[in-house]
């Protein structure tokens, strides 16, 4: 059945009807290249023109669409609204962190004119963290995460301080020193970050849902639902829609107004460039959001580089696996970051071989043969969390596998003992794995360590995920979804692909937060 659309003001056909003649006039002059490009072949072999009728019906179904944006609104008042509100949100957040610091801290310089002349520069902040795209960031993506800007705020910030230690010794006679700067650059950058998080926090439980639409084949759209729904993106999928279904709903303009959507998320799709093209031009038009996911970004990550040569738009794809300084610098981070958690949870691994002891018989650790780097098997070390004859049971409660296909894990396994059901809700059974990082088995980050019947069943090309040491704890685990094991060996290539310091200590840091609100990964 055709969704009617519904009537708008006379003052907004006139510019919704110029943006619809705009995107036609786009549509009619890149069938016209299509045509070009389709007659130069038959032009050189002798043959005949197509006829120009099959052409122009090509470019008709798109301009069905077109030729409703006349009545629609230009975009939805809410949607407009919410985010005006929290660009402002997050640039007085900003304001008032950079001004506090600067306030606290050269104030034991002595208040005067150097500090008013600073706080002058306020605007500078605001221009800085503007042209950075700090406050339109949040708009193009379904996840708004202060963790992903903390190294442009970390620069930013620095930038902020020096420019301060510049400009302070023009009205006062007071120079900074390194130290000063420092205490500037850190107390700014932590400032910054923190008036940012409670924003987002606050917006978080006063904002309303963005509503979104899904476009694509059934199984990847429900894909991405699923993905949505585990995420703690403040998003709702109203719907799934393959392309044939909003054809027969009265065109994508029709079906945007009737569930009153306020981003598109466009999975890939079967019928081509073009196809996905079409859609974005007219959600644009009426400026709805628009999430797009290439197919080929499911194989190579968002570690691409966009590069343009005469026009023509290329993806730049970082070289598989690390190079060896990149291994070197990781292995450095490991044994460093390690050597200090140890330091801190020593007495807390001898506290929990007591209680373990105490619990139940058996030994205190627990040893399994785990495949590593390069497919070579290793034997991980975990504190035991259950009885002794836990593998031999595993036959037997194998129906109640909750885990997906390919990986074993079951709803209160009766195999726990009692201080094993404590360490593993709060995953602490994984602290031993510290030592198979000092020994170099092992990485604090990395692909998921699989058993051998798990890792027989990855073949082909996904074992190149094996290039990389295993880790504690990774993308999967991270964000603590229970996925099958060909949805993880993907995440884990992924991980593989796109791998950077930084994103170690993101992973590491969701780890942590995932671990104190939800328990186990």
Known sequence: MTTPLRSRAAGRESG????????????????????????????????????????????????????QLGSL????????????????????????????????????????????AVLGSIPVVLVLFKIAGLYNRDELRLGHSTLDEVPLVLQLTGLVALGAAILYPIFSTHHFSGAEVAVVW????????????????????????????????????????????????????????????????????????????????????????????DLIRIAKAV?????????????????????????????GLPRFGLCRSSRRLKRLFDLS????????????????????????????FFRQTRVGRDGKPFRIVKFRSMVVDADAQKDQLRAQNIAGQGLFKIKDDPRVTRVGRFLRSSSLDELPQLFDVLRGEMSLVGPRPLVTDEDAQVLGLDRSRLILKPGITGPWQALGSRVPLQEMVEIDYLYVSNWSLWLDVKLLLWTFRHVVRRGNV
């Open 186 to 277: 850190l107390a700014g950058f932590a400032a910054v970050l923190t008036g940012r998080v409670l924003v987002r926090s606050v917006a978080r439980r006063v904002m309303t849902v963005e509503r979104c639409l899904i476009i694509g084949e059934a199984q990847r759209a429900d894909r991405i639902r699923r993905r949505i729904a585990a995420s703690r993106a403040r998003t709702i999928v109203v719907d799934c829609l393959a392309s044939d279904d909003i054809r027969s709903q009265g065109g994508l303009p029709a079906v945007l107004d009737d569930l009153r959507i306020d981003r598109i998320i466009i999975a890939p799709i079967t019928e081509g460039p073009d196809g996905s093209a």
């Open 16 to 67: 919704s009807a110029d943006g619809a003649l705009m995107i036609q006039r786009a549509m009619t002059q890149q069938a016209s290249i299509r045509l070009r490009e389709a007659e130069a072949p038959a032009a050189l072999n002798g043959a005949p023109e197509p006829p120009r009728l099959a052409v122009a019906a090509e470019a008709a179904a798109p301009s069905l669409d077109a030729a």
């Open 73 to 116: 609104t230009r975009a939805p008042a809410a949607l407009l609204a919410r985010e005006a509100l929290h660009r402002r949100l997050l640039a007085l957040a900003d304001v008032l962190a950079m001004t506090t610091t600067l306030v606290v801290v050269l104030n034991r310089f002595g208040v005067g004119l150097g500090i008013l």
């Open 337 to 364: 970051a390690t050597s200090v958690g140890l330091v801190f949870v020593g007495p807390l691994i001898a506290a929990i071989g007591l209680a373990i002891r105490l619990d139940s018989k058996g030994p205190i």
């Open 287 to 315: 400026d709805v959001r628009v999430s797009v996911l290439p197919s080929v970004l499911e194989v190579v990550g968002s570690s691409v580089a966009f590069d343009e040569v005469e026009g023509m738009a290329m993806l």
